[in-house]
């Protein structure tokens, strides 16, 4: 598999301190989920806090990355043309894999967690276009 798929594959491990300008919300202020003025996770960056975070243990990071791995496979078919299955199925996949990184990290990891839920959209738009999906393999 190509470096940049894989960093790519990582985000949902998967996927720093110097991600994007992110920074924690003040102690004390309250916050929850994503607000608007939050800053997109570059994918590298995400990558880093992913397989860096204690949230997420070793086991689980491995069978994310085997779902990962899955579902750039069926992106990388539906983009050359042999996958049946249209852009509304592998949308649903990836929002599971995306909900399944979101439930690991909220409790631990809650500035990742929101990292991810803000960023999520920006590596979709990746996947699902072939040209930047092509440019990113």
């Known amino acids: 598999m190509m470096p940049s798929v894989r960093i790519l594959g990582m985000f949902v491990l998967v996927l720093a301190a110097g991600c994007a300008g992110f920074a924690e919300a003040p102690a004390g202020a309250a916050r929850t989920g994503p607000q608007a003025g939050d800053p997109v996770l570059d994918v590298a960056a995400l990558k880093t806090r992913l397989r860096d975070t204690p949230a ?5 990071k491995l069978a994310l990355r085997n779902q990962v791995d899955d579902l750039l496979d069926r992106f990388r078919a539906y983009h050359q ?6 852009v509304v ?22 500035g990742l967690a ?7 959209e920006a590596i979709w738009g990746i996947l699902s276009d072939p040209d930047k999906f092509s440019d990113a393999t």
């Open 81 to 86: 043309g042999g996958q049946t299955a249209g």
């Open 56 to 60: 997420i243990g070793m086991f689980t």
């Open 89 to 110: 199925s592998l949308r649903k996949q990836y929002e599971l894999l995306v909900f399944k990184v979101l439930a690991v990290l909220q409790d631990i990891d809650s």
């Open 114 to 120: 929101r990292a991810v839920a803000v960023s999520h």
